[in-house]
């Protein structure tokens, strides 16, 4: 029977990860496309009519949910409020709900108004259901945890796209990570034995992948790139010979766990497939908070040299950190601003510790009755903690605030990025020509960040780089472009009222367990950003 089937991506917040301000520099509109979705895509029977509506880039036509036999929806938790709206949409014109993905798989003992859930891994779930729905026997909820044989996954349906407006287009080619942190919630998803795609079937997505438009920049999107490693150096060797045979068109980009370090083949392998940056896990400068959260991988060399060694490669880190931890020093928020400096990090993504559901985590603080209440998924912006901290609240969220303020002032911002700037090697594999996108984002950028308060900053920044190599200076516009969406993120940020949620915290668990040793959190925050408005 054929049917006609909107799949709709909701919207992602801005956040620090949506790089909203910095997309508009290069004329993009998002980041990445629904990859989960493009999967489900080519799951679903080809007489079908499929339409894909990504929120983060288009609006919703109601004529197009009023004209669908069904919607599918996958989110992430952190989509949840978008993800409310299409499903009211849907409601209102009667259009059956078909709902997947992580925050489904997470929470949809929760979530009201879907008619059919198709939870945990689709290659399982997803050919149960068709199968009953061509029955006419589809019942509410479809799940299981067997981990699939992902090297039958279908090539997804990037054709759904329009992939000019996305900055980078992302691919697959494991599922599961090895370690074990207690606050990750990849391991209770996909299980911590890593399932990898073939060389060959990764090569065949990416010829589809780059076929479909002008696609410059890959993004791996495995929740830790190295979990096999031996497999991995497989994967890389192929990527080498397909970039030595394509002339290099692409650049790639993945998250890896830091002990990519200790592996010179495998460093050797990035730079050669010309990999340009990797987010990295780092959390905690502090030791003790890492053996206590069981991130053990990162206590088995120095962080710092580690970061170097990869930066040298040619390849950017990224890296996540955490504050409000149990174990966390009381001096931790220095701690915090003076590794991330000494780093060369310019995207340091900072965030408040997240009970996510189904964790180590989450179990251990249910069980000690320090829950408040579900997660948003937005650990950055969402100031609402949603359990009970060890240290008082008030000093874990304007000690959170006073670390975003120091690291994004644009002239700390600026040193991380010509160090960093001075480790990159001169030799790049890849290399973009000036076409009227790169000289509209220059134009953009002196336009913008010439004329802003930190102008003299941003001008130090791009002489002392052309200076110390020009061959590089389109690294550095591209450092400078971030910092604009980075610094605009921070300022926005700075601006709540953070006694609010303080005086919320406190409403929640009665007693003074949130003012002791706070410290006086009475003015509204006194760590504002010097120059911050961009």
């Avoid at 950190?321 to 701690?335: C, N, Q, R, Y």
Wanted: charged letters at 25%; proline letters at 5%; one cysteine or more.
């Amino acid at each position: 029977m054929k049917r006609r089937v909107l799949l709709v991506y909701p919207e992602i917040p801005i956040t620090y990860w949506s790089f909203k301000y910095s997309l508009e520099f290069i004329g993009k509109k998002t980041i990445f496309p629904p990859l989960g979705l493009l999967t489900v895509a080519a799951m679903l029977p080809e007489e079908w009519e499929l339409k894909l509506v990504d929120l983060n880039a288009e609006t919703l036509d109601p004529a197009d949910v009023a004209d669908a036999d069904m919607v599918f929806l996958s989110a992430m938790m952190i989509q949840q409020e978008s993800f409310r709206e299409v499903v009211s949409l849907c409601r209102e014109h009667g259009t059956t709900v078909v709902a997947g993905g992580p925050y489904a798989t997470s929470s949809h003992h929760v979530i009201d108004g879907i008619d059919h859930f198709i939870l945990n891994e689709a290659e399982v779930t997803l050919p149960r259901f068709l199968e009953d729905l061509e029955k006419d026997k589809a019942v509410h909820i479809y799940e299981d945890d067997t981990r699939p044989d992902i090297t039958k996954s279908p090539v997804p349906r990037f054709d759904l796209i329009d992939p000019d407006v996305y900055s980078s287009m992302p691919i697959q080619f494991s599922r599961g990570c090895p370690f074990n942190c207690e606050f990750c919630d990849i391991i209770e998803l996909f299980g911590r034995v890593p399932r990898t795609k073939d060389p060959d079937q990764f090569v065949r997505e990416l010829d589809t992948l780059v076929s479909v438009g002008d696609v410059r920049s890959v993004f791996i999107v495995d929740d830790n790139l190295i979990g096999n490693k031996k497999r991995v150096k497989d994967l890389l060797r192929a990527i080498v010979q397909w970039q030595k045979d394509h002339n290099y068109p692409v650049s790639f980009q993945a998250e890896a766990s830091i002990n990519l370090a200790d592996d010179e083949e495998l460093l050797d392998l990035m730079e050669e497939a010309a990999f340009d940056m990797v987010f990295v896990g780092i959390e905690t400068p502090d030791e003790e908070t890492l053996k206590s959260t069981k991130k053990l991988q990162n206590i088995r060399g120095n962080m710092l040299e580690n970061v170097e060694k990869i930066q040298r490669r040619g390849i950017e880190v990224t890296a996540g950190f955490i504050v409000g931890f149990d174990s966390d020093p009381e001096d931790i928020f220095d701690m915090q601003i003076d590794w991330i400096q000494r780093s060369g990090i310019i995207q340091a993504m900072v965030g408040l510790l997240d009970a996510l559901p189904n964790t180590q985590l989450y179990r251990r603080l249910q069980k000690e009755g320090r829950l408040l209440g579900d997660s948003s998924g937005n650990n950055t912006h969402d100031l609402d903690l949603n359990f009970i901290p060890k240290m008082p609240v008030s000093k874990v969220i304007t000690g959170y605030l006073r670390v975003l303020s120091e690291i994004y002032e644009p002239k700390n911002y600026f040193k991380r990025a010509f160090e960093l700037y001075k480790r990159l090697p001169g030799n790049k594999k890849v290399y973009r020509p000036f076409t009227k996108r790169e000289a509209r984002a220059l134009f953009l950028s002196f336009y913008r960040q010439t004329f802003s308060r930190y102008g003299h900053h941003y001008l130090r920044f791009l002489w002392k780089s052309l200076r110390y190599d020009a061959r590089l200076f389109s690294e550095a516009v591209a450092m400078a472009i971030k910092g604009y969406h980075l610094f605009k993120i921070t300022g926005m940020l700075l601006e709540e009222d953070v006694n609010m949620y303080i005086e919320n915290a406190e409403k929640a668990v009665p007693g003074s367990w949130s003012r002791q040793g706070a410290g006086a959190p009475g003015n509204k925050k006194k760590v504002a950003l010097q120059g911050m408005k961009a």
